[in-house]
C-alpha cells in the first residue's frame, strides 16, 4: 500500500489543529501530512475560545497533559455560561455542563421542577447544579471517586488563548513528523474528474497531495474554485453581520463565559488567565458602527483606539465541505455567530469526523456523501440552538431583539419547542452538539416552562417531592462550599514553562 | 444564704385539671422545671372537665414546638384532624357561606397588600371571588391538605394550619407530658380557699376530706366556676353580653359519616349558631346560642336536628357568661382559662387565650418578694388580647342582612364598641384595614370576615392605579392558575392523615 499525502492549506487555528489531529491519528509511513502556511491572517477567531467538555476528550485522545496545556495556553476553568440579563431583566443564570438535580423514582428531575414551578415557585433553576454552584462562588475542585459514584460532576471545559493553542498544536504536529511548507497559493492543478492534483504556490513551487484540507478560514480558497461550490448564507436564520473584538483585562472570575443582550445584539466575554476578550456582535441595521464601538468599549471597559475595526460577518456554510478530494474546516466550511459557540469544537468535530470516514484506500464518494449529510445535520442543530439562544433573550425588546422572533426556525427546533412548551419533553435528534439535559437546562434556566407537567407525576408524593429538591439544593451548595478558590487551584493545577 | 433562692417561688399550685390546667402544668414542667419548682395540680373527677373545646387556631403549632411534642404524635393520639379556617354559613344572610382561612390572599404587590388590587380589579369586573385568591380556603374546599411546603414564592409555603382533637384526650395527652416531667397531681374536690390575713394571699387550698395543698403562686384553672379568683379572691367581672348574648351552648357529639374535613363549620341559626368539628373518629357539635331569644329545649332540637350522623352522647347544656375578669392576676394568683373570662369559642379563640397566658406568665414569672410586679404589664396585656378578639367577634353578629329573628334584628343594630366602628368605617371608605399592634387577628382574617359578610370597601389605594389594569388581571389570573395548581397536588385531607398521623 502506498502512503498517501494529505495537504493542509492554512496558517491559522483550524490549520494547526488539522495537523495535530491528522498526525495524531495516523503515523507517518500510513499518511504523510503536509501543512503550507499562507503567512497571513487568516479570517478565523483567533483571540479565545470558549470550549465544550468535548474539548477535553479531544486533548485526551491526543495524550495531551490538560495541566501543561492549560499553562501554555493561559487557560481558566470553565464550568459554563452565565447569562447575564438574558431572558428577564436582572436575572442571572449560570448554564453550567454539569447536570441539574438528578431522576427520582425514574423520572426525568425537571419533570419536578416543572410541577413546582406550576405551584409558583420561584428558585432559580442553577440552584440544582452544582456547577452553577460553584462559579456563582468563585470555586473550582476535582470531585472524589466517592462522589462521582453518588453520580455527582463537574463536568468542565477550558477557556483558552487561541494563539498560544495554535504555538502548541504546532508542536505537536512537528513532532509528529508535520511537513511545513510556507508560501501562498497561486492556483489550483486539478485533474479531469475536478479532483484537486496540487497546489501550485506562487513561488512556482508544486505541493502534490492525495487529499486536501482547506484551512483558509472563511475566505475559503480552495474550495470555492471547485466546481458546483456554493455558500449558503444564513442571513435571515443569523440576521447579524458585524462584530467588535476587544482585549482587556484579566476577569474577576475565569469560571464562565458571560453572555448579556444589548440593542444591537449580544455581548460576550471569554476570560482567560491574564486577559478577557470582550466581543460585540450585531446587526448593523439595528445599531450603527459608532454606536456600537460605544457599547463594546464600555463593555470591555477599554480605551478607545483605531486599531479596532467592526469586522464583518457572514453567518453561513458551504454547501458541501467535503468536495472532490478536499475538505473545508472550520471557518471554511462554516461561520456560526460567537454565541454559546466553540471555534474549536467546530474544528476538531470537522477533523474527527474525516478521520472516521476516510479509508486508507483512499477517497471515495461515500465517505464524502456521509461526511456532508452528517455535517450538515450537525450544522442545523448547531443553528437551532444559535436560535434558540436568540429565541430566549427576551431582557431586551428594542433594536435586533425586535426581528428575534420572526427568525425562521427548522421544522426540528420548532418541533423542540412545541414539545417542550406543551409536555416538558425533548425531542433529541441525531448529531446532536448538545445533549437532552443541556436543552432543558437553557430552557428552563432562562425561564421558557412548559405548560404541563409529566403525568408520570400526578399522584406523587409532594412533601417528599418538596423534601428531596430541598436536599439536592443543599447538597449543591454546601458541595460547592467546600470545593477550593478558584485562583488557587489554578495556580496549582496549570503547570507554566 | 443566696437571696436568690430564698426569694424564689418554691411551689406552684395549680387548681383545676381541664385544657387550662394541664396545658399550664405541662408548660411550666417543661420551661421552668420541676426541680427548680414544685409544680401541684389538684383536680376533681367528680366535677370533670368542660369537655369542649376542640378547634384551635394555628398558634398552637408554637406551644408544640416549645414542649418539642411529635405533632403526628399528638395528632394520633387525640384522634386530630388539621384545620384549614372556618366556614361560615348563613351568616351575611341565608345560604350564603365563606371561609375564614388560615393564611393570606395572594401576595402583596409593591409592598401594597393584595386586596387593593382585588378591589380595583373587582370594581372593573375583571376579579374572581376573593377566596379564588386563598390557598387555604381552596384546599379546604377541595378536602384537601398539605402542611406548608418549602417552596420559594408558592402559596404553598404561604398558609397556616390547626388542629381539630378530642378535648378529653388532648387533656390526657397533656397530663401524661407532664406528669412524666414531674408535675404532681391529687385528685380531690376543693371545698375552700384560704388566705392569708395580712396580704390577702392565697395561702392554701383545702379539700373535701381534710387535705391541704399549700402553695407560694396559684393558678386558677377551675373553668368557669373560677373558684380562686373570682370564689376566693372576688376580683370582679365584666360583662360584655351586650355585644355577644349567646350565654349557653348546648353540645353533642356525633358519628362521622363521611371522611373528616380540614375546617370546622360555624352555621348560623336564628339565635345563635352551631359548630362542626370533625375529628378522626367521631364529630363535634354544638349549639351556641342567647337563651333569651331560644329555650334550652329548643336549642337542642335545633342542634339534633342539624346533625349529619347519629348523636353519640345525650347533649349537655353550658351556661356562660360573655365577659373578661377584671383583673387576670391579682395577688398570688392568676386566672388562665375560662376562669379568666369567656369569649364565645366562634373564633377557637380560648385555648390560643390560655397559651398566651401561660407565656406572658413564664416572661414574668415572679418571686416571693416581688410578687404582683409582672401583675400590671399582665393584666394590661390580657385586657387588650380580650377585647380585640372581642370586636373580632362582634364584627360576625354585627356586620348581617338577616332579619329573620329578634336575635339578628338586635346585633344588626346594637352599638358596637369604637375600636370595632372605626376599623369598619376605614375599610368602607379606604379599602384600608389597621391592624394594631399585635392584634391576634391580622388583615386576611378581617378581610375575610368583611367581604363574607357584605362589608365593601368604596373606595382602594390610589397607589394601585399605577399598575395597568390588564397587567394587574394577567396577574391575577396567573396566581389563580398557580393556587389551581397546587391544589391539584395536594393529598386529600383523608390521605394526608393516612400517611402522617391516623390513630391507632
Ligand atoms: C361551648 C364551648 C365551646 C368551646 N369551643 C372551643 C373551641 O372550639 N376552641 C377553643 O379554643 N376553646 C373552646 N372553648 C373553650 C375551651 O373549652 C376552654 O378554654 C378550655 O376547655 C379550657 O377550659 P378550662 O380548663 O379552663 O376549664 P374546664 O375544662 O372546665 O376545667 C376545669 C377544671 O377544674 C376542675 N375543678 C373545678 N372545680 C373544682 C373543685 N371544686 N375542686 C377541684 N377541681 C375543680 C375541674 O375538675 C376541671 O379539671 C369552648 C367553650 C365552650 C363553653
Redesign the interface.
Known amino acids: 500500500m502506498t502512503s498517501h499525502r494529505l495537504v493542509i492549506y492554512g496558517g491559522g487555528v483550524s490549520a494547526w489543529v488539522t495537523a495535530a489531529a491528522l498526525t495524531n491519528a495516523y503515523t507517518v509511513d500510513v499518511l504523510k501530512v503536509v501543512l503550507v502556511n499562507p503567512g497571513v491572517n487568516t479570517k478565523e477567531p483567533s483571540i479565545a475560545d470558549s470550549g465544550f467538555t468535548s474539548l477535553r476528550r479531544f486533548h485526551a485522545s491526543m495524550r495531551i497533559s490538560e495541566r501543561e496545556l492549560m499553562g501554555q495556553t493561559s487557560a481558566t476553568f470553565k464550568l459554563g455560561a452565565l447569562y447575564k440579563n438574558w431572558s428577564k431583566p436582572g436575572q442571572n443564570f449560570i448554564h453550567g455542563f454539569s447536570n441539574y438535580g438528578s431522576m427520582l423514582d425514574g423520572i426525568d428531575f425537571h419533570q419536578y421542577a416543572v410541577l413546582l414551578h406550576q405551584c409558583g415557585d420561584t428558585t432559580a433553576f442553577d440552584a440544582y447544579s452544582l456547577a452553577a454552584q460553584a462559579a456563582a462562588a468563585k470555586k473550582f475542585g476535582f470531585l472524589n471517586k466517592d462522589l462521582v459514584e453518588q453520580g455527582f460532576n463537574l463536568d468542565y471545559s477550558l477557556h483558552v488563548d487561541l494563539s498560544q493553542y495554535s504555538q502548541l498544536m504546532q508542536t505537536c504536529a512537528v513532532r509528529k513528523h508535520l511537513e511545513v511548507i510556507c508560501g501562498q497559493l497561486d492556483h489550483l492543478n486539478l485533474d479531469a474528474d475536478g479532483n484537486i492534483k496540487a497546489l501550485v504556490l506562487t513561488s512556482g513551487e508544486v505541493v502534490g497531495g492525495d487529499f486536501f484540507f482547506d484551512c483558509s478560514g472563511s475566505d475559503s480558497v480552495l474550495v470555492r474554485q471547485l466546481p458546483g461550490d456554493k455558500f449558503l448564507k444564513w442571513d435571515k436564520e443569523l440576521p447579524v453581520n458585524k462584530q467588535i473584538d476587544l482585549v482587556g483585562g484579566a476577569a474577576k472570575s475565569g469560571l464562565c463565559t458571560d453572555l448579556s443582550v444589548c440593542r444591537g445584539g449580544w455581548l460576550k466575554s471569554i476570560p482567560l488567565k491574564d486577559k478577557t476578550l470582550y466581543s460585540l456582535t450585531y446587526n448593523s441595521e439595528y445599531e450603527s458602527d459608532d454606536a456600537a464601538m460605544t457599547a463594546a468599549i464600555n463593555f470591555a471597559g477599554v480605551e478607545l483606539s483605531d486599531a479596532v475595526q467592526p469586522l464583518t460577518i457572514v453567518p453561513g456554510r458551504r454547501e458541501r465541505f467535503w468536495v472532490k478530494n478536499c475538505l473545508a474546516i472550520g471557518a471554511a466550511a462554516g461561520n456560526f455567530t460567537e454565541l454559546t459557540f466553540s471555534y474549536l469544537h467546530h474544528v476538531q468535530s470537522g477533523v474527527l469526523r474525516f478521520i472516521d470516514l476516510y479509508s486508507a484506500a483512499g477517497v471515495n464518494d461515500f465517505s464524502a456523501q456521509q461526511y456532508n449529510q452528517l455535517t450538515s445535520d450537525e450544522y442545523a442543530r448547531v443553528l437551532d440552538y444559535q436560535q434558540l439562544n436568540l429565541l430566549l433573550g427576551a431582557a431586551e425588546s428594542s433594536g435586533f431583539w425586535s426581528c428575534t422572533s420572526k427568525i425562521p426556525r427548522t421544522a426540528e427546533l420548532q418541533r423542540k419547542l412545541s414539545l417542550f412548551k406543551e409536555r416538558g419533553k425533548l425531542a433529541f435528534e441525531e448529531y446532536e452538539t448538545w445533549m437532552p439535559g443541556s436543552w432543558v437546562s437553557l430552557l428552563l434556566g432562562n425561564n421558557y416552562w412548559p405548560e404541563k407537567h409529566d403525568v408520570l407525576l400526578n399522584g406523587c408524593n409532594l412533601e417528599l417531592v418538596v423534601k428531596r429538591l430541598g436536599q439536592m439544593r443543599m447538597v449543591n451548595s454546601n458541595l460547592a462550599a467546600q470545593l477550593s478558590d478558584e485562583d488557587e487551584i489554578l495556580g496549582k493545577y496549570a503547570i507554566l514553562k | 444564704m443566696d437571696i436568690m433562692s430564698d426569694n424564689k417561688i418554691k411551689k406552684i399550685v395549680i387548681a383545676g385539671g381541664g385544657t387550662a390546667g394541664w396545658m399550664t402544668a405541662a408548660a411550666l414542667s417543661k420551661v421552668l422545671g420541676c426541680t427548680n419548682y414544685d409544680v401541684h395540680l389538684v383536680e376533681s373527677e367528680e366535677i370533670g372537665t368542660i369537655g369542649v373545646g376542640e378547634a384551635t387556631i394555628p398558634h398552637i403549632q408554637k406551644f408544640n414546638q416549645i414542649l418539642e411534642i411529635d405533632e403526628n404524635e399528638f395528632m394520633k393520639k387525640t384522634q386530630a384532624t388539621f384545620k384549614l379556617g372556618i366556614e361560615f354559613i348563613n351568616w351575611k344572610k341565608i345560604g350564603q357561606s365563606y371561609i375564614h382561612p388560615f393564611g393570606s390572599y395572594g401576595e402583596d404587590i409593591n409592598a401594597f397588600p393584595f386586596h387593593q388590587y382585588w378591589l380595583k380589579l373587582k370594581s372593573s369586573g375583571l376579579a374572581s371571588s376573593l377566596e379564588s385568591y386563598s390557598i387555604a380556603t381552596m384546599a379546604a374546599r377541595h378536602k384537601k391538605f ?2 406548608p ?8 409555603s404561604d398558609f397556616g394550619y390547626a388542629f381539630q382533637f378530642d378535648a378529653g384526650r388532648y387533656a390526657q395527652f397533656l397530663r401524661g407530658y407532664a406528669e412524666a416531667r414531674g408535675v404532681v397531681r391529687t385528685e380531690g374536690k376543693i371545698s375552700s380557699v384560704e388566705l392569708c390575713e395580712n396580704s390577702g394571699y392565697i395561702k392554701s387550698l383545702s379539700l373535701v376530706g381534710g387535705a391541704v395543698i399549700e402553695g407560694d403562686f396559684f393558678i386558677d384553672c377551675t373553668g368557669i366556676r373560677a373558684l380562686l379568683i373570682e370564689g376566693a379572691l372576688k376580683t370582679g367581672f365584666e360583662d360584655w353580653s351586650h355585644w355577644l348574648p349567646c350565654n349557653s351552648a348546648v353540645a353533642a357529639p356525633c358519628e362521622k359519616i363521611e371522611e373528616p374535613i380540614p375546617y370546622t363549620r360555624a352555621t348560623a341559626h336564628t339565635a345563635g349558631w352551631q359548630w362542626r368539628i370533625p375529628l378522626q373518629h367521631r364529630t363535634g357539635n354544638g349549639h351556641v346560642y342567647a337563651s333569651q331569644y331560644m329555650s334550652d329545649d329548643e336549642a337542642t332540637g335545633v342542634l339534633l336536628k342539624n346533625l349529619d350522623g347519629a348523636v353519640i352522647a345525650d347533649p349537655r347544656v353550658i351556661r356562660f357568661k360573655t365577659g373578661r375578669r377584671v383583673k387576670f392576676w391579682n395577688k398570688n394568683c392568676v386566672a388562665i382559662g375560662l376562669s379568666s373570662g369567656f369569649l364565645e369559642p366562634l373564633e377557637s379563640t380560648s385555648i390560643h387565650l390560655i397559651q398566651t397566658a401561660i407565656s406572658k406568665l413564664i416572661n414574668l414569672f415572679p418571686s416571693r418578694r416581688f410578687m404582683e410586679d409582672g401583675a400590671e404589664l399582665y393584666n394590661k396585656n390580657t385586657v387588650f388580647e380580650y377585647e380585640r378578639i372581642r370586636d373580632f367577634l362582634i364584627l360576625h353578629y354585627k356586620a348581617t342582612e338577616r332579619t329573620d329573628s329578634d336575635f339578628w334584628n338586635y346585633c344588626r343594630s346594637m352599638e358596637i364598641p369604637e375600636y370595632l366602628r372605626e376599623k369598619i368605617k376605614l375599610y368602607v371608605s379606604t379599602g384600608r384595614i389597621y391592624r394594631e399592634n399585635e392584634e391576634l387577628f391580622s388583615t386576611p382574617s378581617w378581610l375575610a370576615v368583611f367581604e363574607g359578610q357584605g362589608i365593601q370597601a368604596e373606595e382602594y389605594h390610589p397607589a394601585v392605579d399605577s399598575m395597568p389594569l390588564a397587567e394587574l388581571a394577567e396577574r391575577f389570573k396567573a ?1 389563580e392558575q ?1 393556587i389551581n ?2 391544589i391539584d ?3 386529600t385531607h383523608t390521605r394526608y392523615i393516612a ?1 402522617n398521623c391516623k390513630a391507632e
Open positions: 398539605t402542611r411546603l418549602n417552596i420559594n414564592g408558592s402559596p404553598l396566581y398557580v395548581k397546587c397536588f395536594m393529598p400517611d
